[in-house]
């Protein structure tokens, strides 16, 4: 299997699998003299860490950080970092039932049909499982634009799980963290505690969707055609597992409104050029312009249910398929950090990108 590597400067290759002992992340091109411990990554692995409230799996995974390489005396060195979680809590026995049989919805099939192996425990390299070294990663690369860009935040939060949708108009940048659903709407959680504790009794699960905002972006950042910032936030996203729409700003909502409605208008202000508002998620011909950075992306519904679903077994026979084991009734919920992990990887890459390409140089607007 190849292909487990992306980032162009700031490279990320993940390894391991949800049943196997270990996985991780090997990642080069961190700049050097970065300050950066285990402490550090564990907060934003926390985030995402299973079994943490009952709207999760609850599957109990320490998702201990450990620093292999790469890192002295509390700074990167330069040289590759390597990342490593060990895996505690695997219950393989879970999946002995469907080893010669492929679960609707999953990677199973296709794995099959494409290597002629597959390893079925949890889904080997196709589990939600393998973000967790993404996340390791990810918080290498925000420790590294701690350094370089001060002051740049990433968020991401929940704005919609199955037919619950957030009132944007009630948005609290402040509740994020203080549920655990990740949403900045605070009045509505109740709804969705009740919401989702029905679709867990129904032995079903919902999908999702998820917004990432990165505030403090210089402008400047990304190049024309192929080499575009919202090509690689897009391509980034779209390989967290499960996801299967990925927008920029107004996304697909753009092709409803006018060239009027659609066009951010731009004024001179005190620090530079400012706009009337951000139908663009802060990227114009595929560069960013200072504005917030929105990005969102949509999360299928956790294919391991108790339902029972038709399918086949190896030998071509029909079958009904019930998944055991421990799963996220609402996967989008420990999505959201692997988002920021993946958007904060590739702003890092696309800065030490434009760092060697042009030096910081910048065109002159106004006097």
Request: net charge negative; aromatic share 6%.
């Amino acid at each position: 299997m190849s292909l487990n590597t992306f980032g162009h400067v700031f490279r990320v290759t993940t390894w391991g699998e949800s049943h196997g002992p270990a996985l991780g992340a090997t990642v080069d091109g961190c700049p050097p003299g970065v300050p950066v411990d285990e402490a550090f990554l564990q907060q934003w692995l926390d985030k995402r860490r299973p079994g943490q409230s009952k709207h999760t799996t609850q599957r109990k995974e320490p998702d201990a950080v450990k620093i292999l390489s790469g890192v002295f005396e509390g700074k990167t060195t330069g040289t590759p970092v390597q990342l490593m979680i060990e895996n505690t809590d695997q219950r393989s026995k879970d999946y002995g039932e469907i080893a010669q049989t492929f679960r609707p919805g999953h990677a199973d099939i296709t794995y099959h049909q494409k290597y002629g192996i597959r390893d079925y425990r949890g889904g080997g390299r196709s589990s939600a499982r393998e973000t967790a070294a993404r996340v390791a990663a990810g918080g290498l690369a925000r420790a590294a634009l701690n350094e370089l860009v001060p002051g740049l935040e990433i968020t991401g939060y929940m704005t919609r799980m199955g037919e619950m949708e957030i009132d944007r108009a009630r948005f609290d940048w402040e509740t994020i963290a203080q549920n655990d659903f990740w949403m900045p709407d605070a009045e509505a959680l109740p709804d969705w505690e009740k919401y989702l504790q029905e679709i867990r009794k129904g032995q079903n699960s919902v999908g999702a969707e998820i917004e990432v905002c990165a505030r403090g972006v210089p402008a400047g950042l990304g190049a024309p055609i192929y080499g575009k910032l919202d090509t690689d936030l897009a391509a980034a996203c779209m390989s967290i597992n499960a996801v299967k729409g990925v927008e920029i700003g107004e996304g697909m909502a753009a092709a409803r409104l006018t060239g009027t409605a659609n066009a951010d208008e731009i004024f001179m202000g005190e620090d530079g050029p400012e706009y009337s508002s951000n139908h663009s998620g802060g990227i114009l011909g595929g560069i960013s312009t200072g504005q917030d950075i929105v990005v969102r992306f949509a999360v299928k519904p956790t294919s391991s249910i108790l339902t029972p679903r038709r399918s086949i077994r190896l030998d071509g026979s029909p079958t009904e398929v019930v998944t055991k084991g421990r799963h996220d009734p609402c996967v989008g919920i420990r999505a959201v950090p692997v988002g920021e992990a993946m958007v904060a990887c590739v702003i890092l890459d696309h800065l030490l990108l434009d760092r060697a390409q042009t030096g910081g140089v910048r065109g002159q607007i106004g006097p």
